[in-house]
């Protein structure tokens, strides 16, 4: 019965608590307030996936209506002074391509002369348009004012859908929008090739290349850059706010020249390319009336080498004989 008691009078009393406000139970102590929901986390984004449609690769921005066969302005003027080929429009992944992309094969410079792009880089139209002319009247000029013809421009990386420096997760490169070219090295009629990055290339033919590059793109990266272009050239047409342009291309000092030899190594090197046979002028007999006449002059002492006889070797030392000793316990002693 008792227990029976017990168990009312314990529903009454939570009933009884329930009642109470949250803020005055515990005798008044305030509670800590409810912990509110986590949020919860961004779902991480999808990874690219092939397209089921046409419409869906190309977007909701895709205007089908301004596709037509015919060339655009940009490739009307290019194709004046380039041999190229046309490309279709490039889709993804994300926002990488784009359309009115042609792959520059050869630059057509003074008579009728061409200058290949090997590789062809696939480029935007209006990428391409601007690296034909920094070749045709910039590169070709500067290169035929020191004496020499230039038959090809080779480059490194053209479209290549990646991010910044190869960096995984990056800010999508000017590479993947066909905005950007990297040059290696320049090749001339004689077959030399010339890296726009080595320092033993004239230096003033590298610095021209250089301000001719950062008036004509929007981005010039080279050595002292950033470290990834230490070996090419990086050009693209980036646009950014208020007109602003990167040019970072250390154009290197060349290396000092080497020494002049010394006076006593040109002497060895001619008495040595000189014939046992011939007789030498040093080697003549001095004379001796002018050495009488120069008393001032030092003698020439020769010293004769006298037989000295050795001392006797000294005879081989006789080990003596290791006697074995016995040994008694130290108890013995006593």
């Given at each position: 019965?008792?227990?029976?008691?017990?168990?009312?009078?314990?529903?009454?009393?939570?009933?009884?608590?329930?009642?109470?406000?949250?803020?005055?139970?515990?005798?008044?102590?305030?509670?800590?307030?409810?912990?509110?929901?986590?949020?919860?986390?961004?779902?991480?984004?999808?990874?690219?996936?092939?397209?089921?449609?046409?419409?869906?690769?190309?977007?909701?921005?895709?205007?089908?209506?301004?596709?037509?066969?015919?060339?655009?302005?940009?490739?009307?003027?290019?194709?004046?002074?380039?041999?190229?080929?046309?490309?279709?429009?490039?889709?993804?992944?994300?926002?990488?391509?784009?359309?009115?992309?042609?792959?520059?094969?050869?630059?057509?410079?003074?008579?009728?002369?061409?200058?290949?792009?090997?590789?062809?880089?696939?480029?935007?139209?209006?990428?391409?348009?601007?690296?034909?002319?920094?070749?045709?009247?910039?590169?070709?000029?500067?290169?035929?004012?020191?004496?020499?013809?230039l038959t090809s421009v080779d480059t490194y990386?053209?479209?290549?859908?990646?991010?910044?420096?190869?960096?995984?997760?990056?800010?999508?490169?000017?590479?993947?929008?066909?905005?950007?070219?990297?040059?290696?090295s320049l090749t001339f009629a004689d077959k030399?090739?010339?890296?726009?990055?080595?320092?033993?290339?004239?230096?003033?033919?590298?610095?021209?290349?250089?301000?001719?590059?950062?008036?004509?793109?929007?981005?010039?990266?080279?050595?002292?850059?950033?470290?990834?272009?230490?070996?090419?050239?990086?050009?693209?047409?980036?646009?950014?706010?208020?007109?602003?342009?990167?040019?970072?291309?250390?154009?290197?000092?060349?290396?000092?020249?080497?020494?002049?030899?010394?006076?006593?190594?040109?002497?060895?090197?001619?008495?040595?390319?000189?014939?046992?046979?011939?007789?030498?002028?040093?080697?003549?007999?001095?004379?001796?009336?002018?050495?009488?006449?120069?008393?001032?002059?030092?003698?020439?002492?020769?010293?004769?080498?006298?037989?000295?006889?050795?001392?006797?070797?000294?005879?081989?030392?006789?080990?003596?004989?290791?006697?074995?000793?016995?040994?008694?316990?130290?108890?013995?002693?006593?």
């Open positions: 019965m008792a227990f029976v008691v017990v168990r009312v009078y314990t529903a009454m009393a939570g009933a009884l608590l329930a009642l109470v406000p949250a803020a005055v139970r515990a005798d008044g102590v305030p509670l800590p307030r409810p912990r509110p929901d986590v949020a919860a986390k961004p779902a991480a984004p999808a990874r690219w996936r092939e397209p089921l449609s046409f419409r869906e690769a190309a977007g909701a921005e895709f205007n089908s209506a301004a596709v037509t066969s015919a060339p655009s302005p940009c490739r009307i003027r290019l194709e004046k002074i380039a041999t190229l080929s046309a490309m279709p429009r490039l889709i993804g992944p994300g926002i990488c391509g784009g359309d009115d992309m042609v792959q520059l094969d050869s630059v057509t410079v003074d008579k009728g002369r061409r200058v290949e792009i090997k590789p062809a880089p696939l480029l935007r139209c209006e990428m391409a348009e601007q690296f034909a002319l920094w070749v045709r009247d910039d590169v070709t000029p500067r290169v035929a004012n020191s004496g020499r013809t990386d053209d479209y290549s859908c990646r991010g910044r420096n190869r960096v995984f997760g990056a800010k999508v490169s000017e590479h993947g929008k066909g905005n950007a070219v990297d040059v290696r030399q090739v010339a890296m726009l990055t080595d320092k033993t290339f004239a230096k003033d033919i590298r610095s021209d290349l250089r301000a001719s590059a950062c008036a004509r793109f929007t981005t010039v990266l080279g050595p002292g850059s950033d470290g990834y272009h230490e070996e090419h050239i990086h050009v693209d047409l980036a646009q950014r706010s208020n007109g602003y342009r990167i040019c970072h291309w250390n154009v290197l000092e060349p290396p000092p020249p080497p020494p002049p030899p010394k006076p006593a190594e040109v002497s060895k090197a001619e008495s040595d390319s000189a014939k046992p046979d011939e007789a030498q002028p040093d080697e003549a007999a001095p004379d001796t009336a002018a050495a009488e006449a120069k008393p001032d002059a030092p003698q020439r002492v020769e010293i004769a080498l006298v037989d000295v006889p050795l001392p006797r070797a000294r005879p081989p030392r006789k080990h003596r004989k290791v006697r074995h000793r016995v040994h008694f316990p130290f108890n013995l002693l006593r």
